[in-house]
């Protein structure tokens, strides 16, 4: 599976972006996804996830509400809508695939192990 994440830029807080990730290979529509970030200075850490269908959603406690993962499995692709962006959000953004095999959510965001380049997200005024 090869992942490539676009769609990130600078936005004003309050405003939106809507990033895409676009996987190849067979077990891509089979496999859970998930969105991380990491910003300057601080750890990687899990923003969403979904699992192969796009049916069930996981999200960090943060960015609940705010955020929504989808994907359409017929083109590949699994977006974040990110609303009611803040400058904590400021992040570079990756996307992760791995087996869906209904552990825990954070199980299986341990367990992604096919990893895109990330897209950078900075908010601020």
């Known amino acids: 599976v090869q992942l490539q994440a676009s769609g990130g830029g600078w936005v004003q807080p309050g405003g939106s972006l809507r990033l895409a990730c676009a996987g190849s290979?067979?077990?891509?529509?089979?496999?859970?996804v998930g969105w991380f970030r990491q910003a300057p200075g601080k750890e990687r850490e899990y923003v969403a996830a979904t699992n192969w269908s796009g049916s069930i959603s996981f999200y960090r406690d943060s960015v609940r509400g705010r955020f929504t993962i989808s994907r359409d499995n017929a083109k590949n692709t699994v977006f974040l809508e990110m609303n009611g962006l803040r400058p904590e959000d400021t992040a570079v953004y990756f996307c992760a695939a791995g087996p869906d095999s209904g552990n825990s959510w954070l199980d299986t965001l341990e367990a992604m192990k096919y990893w895109g380049k990330g897209t950078q997200v900075t908010v601020s005024s």
């Open positions: 290979g067979r077990s891509f529509g089979t496999s859970a």
